[in-house]
């Protein structure tokens, strides 16, 4: 059987007015071969941020896109530093080695919150709730995340920037609405979904960063 490449990510985008941290799982075969963050057409993270901030960010160049990011004190990176994968999607990542989580505030002094956007990064939250910030859970905004529209996942997203202070010129829904998309915010990680290192042992919140056992998302959920 052949090998699967090892992919290796890309390098964090954050400033020392960085409040709230958005953590994917890892970037996609398009978003790699771009070398940008979320570079496949079909997901929605910039047009969810455009939306949000009332920008033109998906017209944008990248470099420019980064920016409003920052303007906006908003960072961006993922939970894992590289890992063996065929094709983008979640459920195909095997041998993740996971990015220094445990460094963040170093990094990024003025950190209230991290987010992580979507259930394989989500799988991470052990890690960053060690760092004594609120940890959120945002729906995936990759196009395989079929199952939430576009404005649900606005609304979800909203919420989660409204709540850490990252500035919005967005309308809010009605109160149920921001109720239902907020809900995933918080939950509990399942002891099932907790990295472990390769012979078995929970990898622990204080365990340095290394390669992991295979975490899988949901058999639709990859990144773009």
Known sequence: MRASPRLCG???????????????????????????YYAHP????????????????VQWPYER????????????????AECEREGSLDSAIRAPRLNDLSGLRQHC???????HNGGESWRCAR???????????????????ASWSLARKVAAWGAVLMR???PVRWVPPAPAVLHDAGALAGAPVPDALVPTHPDGRDAGVDSAPGALAPLHGGPGEGQG
């Open 10 to 36: 890309l390098p964090p985008v954050w400033g020392p007015g960085t409040r709230l941290l958005v953590l994917g799982s890892f970037p996609s075969v398009a978003s790699l071969q771009a070398g940008q």
């Open 127 to 145: 890690y960053t709730r060690a760092l004594g910030v609120p940890v959120e859970r945002l729906p995936s905004s990759s196009p395989a995340n």
């Open 42 to 57: 079909r997901n929605h993270f910039w047009a969810i941020l455009g939306t949000l901030w009332a920008l033109p960010l």
């Open 164 to 166: 850490h202070e990252v």
């Open 109 to 115: 002094s003025a950190l209230q919150a991290v987010a």
């Open 65 to 80: 896109r980064l920016q409003a990011l920052l303007d906006h004190g908003l960072g961006l990176w993922d939970v894992y």
